[in-house]
T-cell receptor, first 112, second 114 residues
Framework: RKEVEQDPGPFNVPEGATVAFNCTYS??????FFWYRQDCRKEPKLLMS???SGNEDGRFTAQLNRASQYISLLIRDSKLSDSATYLC?????????????FGTGTLLAVQP | DAGITQSPRHKVTETGTPVTLRCHQT?????MYWYRQDPGHGLRLIHY???????DKGEVSDGYSVSRSKTEDFLLTLESATSSQTSVYFC?????????????FGEGSWLTVV
């Protein structure tokens, strides 16, 4: 079983739709969580951190469920420019170790 | 911009030749990472460094070595390149806790081994 798992998609949605991605992680010692966005042939870029209480940034909402070990990303009112791959990232650290584990990504294609 | 540059950005090399990729940061961050990204596998950690001369292996370290002789540079070496090492390589640095331990990536190095 992979340490971080995501549905690879693709998710094909019309403009204006609401779409949600989930990500599960296996290491209960994981301490920080992030969503990254990656455009084709570009580097991943931080979209948002995920906090225990849930957090929102404009049309994007992230939530964490530690008991069930999953995080989610909700995108409201999808735009064409939201088309990208969304990577779930889990960080755990202790001592000298500070490791980030990436999911394989979920591909979103927003259609006009 | 996070102040990370990778070089070379693109390289084609022959099987069996050594290759070194360089990652340079201007942020003075302690943690630096090398990942490779391949279809179906996502980003996989090759090696990472938690300080000058302090490095450790990631999940796909076979065939790779690294060196960090100064804070700003983290070198990834393929001692004898193989076709299975054709990939895009991303260097990353980790910000400090005030930035929530956020990781920032370089623009990537596309390596083709023929």
């Amino acid at each position: 079983r992979k340490e971080v798992e995501q549905d690879p998609g693709p998710f094909n949605v019309p403009e204006g739709a609401t779409v949600a991605f989930n990500c599960t992680y296996s290491n209960s010692a994981s301490q920080s969580f992030f969503w990254y966005r990656q455009d084709c042939r570009k580097e991943p870029k931080l979209l948002m951190s995920v906090y225990s209480s849930g957090n929102e940034d404009g049309r994007f909402t992230a939530q964490l469920n530690r008991a069930s070990q999953y995080i989610s990303l909700l995108i409201r009112d999808s735009k064409l420019s939201d088309s990208a791959t969304y990577l779930c990232v889990v960080n755990y650290y202790g001592g000298a170790t500070n490791k980030l584990i990436f999911g394989t990504g979920t591909l979103l294609a927003v259609q006009p | 911009d996070a102040g990370i540059t990778q070089s070379p950005r693109h390289k084609v090399t022959e099987t069996g030749t050594p290759v070194t990729l360089r990652c340079h940061q201007t942020e003075n961050h302690r943690y630096m990472y090398w990942y490779r990204q391949d279809p179906g596998h996502g980003l996989r950690l090759i090696h990472y460094s938690y300080g000058v001369k302090d490095t450790d292996k990631g999940e796909v370290s076979d065939g790779y070595s690294v060196s960090r002789s100064k804070t700003e540079d983290f070198l990834l070496t393929l001692e004898s390149a193989t076709s299975s090492q054709t990939s895009v390589y991303f260097c990353a640095i980790m910000g400090d806790r005030s930035n929530g331990n956020t990781i920032y990536f370089g623009e990537g190095s596309w390596l083709t081994v023929v």
